[in-house]
């Protein structure tokens, strides 16, 4: 019994160390095994031993400042990194997009985005500001900075007691570093720890060396083995895209509807939202074409000839714009055209739209039944479908509606995003649209609050209940799948990786807006209003 034990357990920490050769496509050694060549170190603490880079001070031979192992084959932009290491003890890290200032700092130091490596288990998988700014993003963080130089929490991407407990603290594990636009994120052992997105324009870096660190300190000593780096370029993802997209002989049409104005600024920003998702469709090289209808249905009889989706983002109920028009929108479901609703566009009257919604896009918002509170929603575990396709799982505080009106049985209906409520969400006082005895009698029950649906003819429909703020655009695992959600109701493959699109900047996100901005807004309201609470 005592050696099936002891093997189980080393069989579960060779398990946590296991890199991911399988999916190296495209990534080359920097490092050959056998000699520091390229690399630029103080001699007295760094050598090759055992194929591994190791760095190493002792009580005789200290370091006297933070030293590093430098990478001179260039200064990356876009890139991964993958690197297996083992700290023997102490505090080192691996420097991304850094920099040096040798007549300030001396040789062999850098500043710059750091992943943290160190035996306490405190600081391991964090991000870090080395003489940058101090802590980014914390483990299981998903952070964004502004002009004022300050992380802000906006999402998790996991916890972080239970992400500790996929490394080995004494024992090899794999790195693997993301750095993509203004979006630093990392995994190790394939978890993802951390993330941060940089709208610091005056200390942001879009490029920069990659080294090792030694900590100053007690004695200390680290391993580095198999450093796998593979750059990317601005075309990579889009190339991408339209590989995996060959079998589209003809461009998509999507048609997006935004609403008129209505819920204050930032708030149901329909006009400013669906340009936003317009543009950035256009960017990714996948064959589609957008046009964006605003202030309501268009007055052109012809605006949807041709799509092959339809995105509405607009306030719905008894004003819901597709009312007057059901029966020429049921002709073009008919014909298998797609069909996405947004936030307050998944709610129609049960007698006027509800059916309707209920055949074209699997479920809606049906008064008395369903419920519009405010809650961080927390998506641990998201099932495989292409919508969910390069999104991690995340949470984001948001007027999440739940406990829709959906087909019987579920019936093609597949729910994407699942979390349960707060209890709290299920106390006001019943009414159309806040609490109901069943939803009461729901509690600590999981509800849907987006969900895709296949029609028997082929024909695609998807509700998404979250969008009330305009700023939330700026989650990228939020708004990589409702693009992913768009481009699947067009009849597209979604790429293995989701669609690809950057991180809207704060200043890209106050354009289009309905309303003025108000004197006292900055930066940091804006990621407040959809952090997790």
């Not at 004003?319 to 479901?333: C, D, S, T």
Request: net charge negative; proline share 7%; hydrophobic share 35%.
């Amino acid at each position: 019994m005592r050696y099936a034990m002891l093997l189980t357990s080393c069989l579960l920490l060779a398990a946590l160390a296991t890199p991911s050769w399988a999916d190296d496509t495209g990534f080359r050694p920097i490092f050959d095994g056998k000699t520091l060549d390229g690399w630029d170190g103080n001699p007295d603490f760094w050598r090759v031993e055992d194929g591994a880079i190791v760095g190493q001070t002792t009580a005789e031979n200290p370091t006297k400042g933070n030293t590093f192992l430098i990478w001179r084959g260039g200064e990356p932009g876009d890139f991964e990194l993958k690197v297996e290491f083992k700290l023997v003890n102490g505090n080192s890290g691996i420097q991304v997009r850094s920099f040096e200032k040798p007549d300030e700092w001396g040789k062999w130091v850098v500043g710059g985005y750091q992943p943290d490596i160190e035996d306490s288990g405190r600081f391991m998988g964090i991000i870090y500001g080395e003489r940058y700014r101090g802590i980014l993003a914390m483990r299981g963080d998903k952070t964004v900075i502004g002009n004022d130089s300050k992380p802000q929490v906006v999402g998790k991407v996991g916890d972080s007691q239970e992400l500790l407990e996929k490394i080995d603290l004494t024992g090899w594990n794999e790195y693997h570093i993301i750095a993509r636009d203004w979006t630093i994120s990392q995994k190790i052992n394939g978890h993802k720890m951390a993330e941060v997105t940089d709208h610091d324009e005056a200390n942001r870096r879009a490029d920069g060396l990659i080294a090792f660190q030694l900590h100053a300190g007690p004695p200390m000593k680290v391993l580095f083995r198999n450093v796998r780096l593979k750059e990317l370029d601005d075309q990579a993802a889009k190339e991408q895209a339209i590989e995996e997209s060959e079998d589209s002989e003809e461009k998509k049409r999507v048609v997006f509807i935004a609403g008129t104005a209505s819920h204050g600024y930032g708030g149901h920003e329909h006009k400013a939202g669906l340009l936003l998702l317009s543009e950035l469709l256009e960017e990714t090289g996948l064959p589609v074409e957008t046009v964006v209808h605003v202030n309501g249905w268009p007055d052109d009889p012809d605006a949807l000839e041709g799509a092959d989706t339809i995105v509405i983002y607009a306030n719905g109920g008894g004003g819901h714009p597709i009312l007057p028009h059901l029966k020429q929108v049921e002709a073009l479901m008919n014909d298998g055209v797609g069909l996405a609703c947004l936030h307050y566009a998944v709610e129609v009257p049960k007698d006027r739209g509800g059916q309707q919604f209920l055949d074209w896009i699997g479920g809606y918002f049906e008064t008395h039944w369903s419920v519009n509170p405010w809650w961080t929603a927390r998506f641990e575990q998201l099932p495989k479908h292409p919508v969910t396709q390069g999104v991690e799982p995340f949470a984001l505080y948001d007027e999440w509606y739940y406990h829709m009106r959906f087909r019987p049985d579920m019936e093609g209906v597949t729910p994407l995003l699942t979390a349960v409520p707060p209890d709290s969400t299920r106390e006001r006082p019943d009414g159309p649209h806040s609490n109901n005895p069943t939803v009461r009698a729901r509690r600590g029950e999981p509800e849907h609050v987006a969900w895709v649906y296949e029609r028997p003819d082929g024909g695609r429909g998807f509700g998404f209940t979250g969008g009330h703020w305009h700023w939330a655009w700026a989650h990228d695992d939020y708004r990589t799948f409702v693009l992913n959600a768009i481009v699947w109701t067009a009849g597209l493959d979604v790429p293995e990786q989701g669609v690809p699109s950057r991180t809207p900047t704060y200043e890209e996100l106050l354009k289009n807006q309905d309303y003025p901005k108000p004197d006292d807004f900055n930066e940091q309201r804006a990621w407040a209003t959809f952090e997790p609470r």
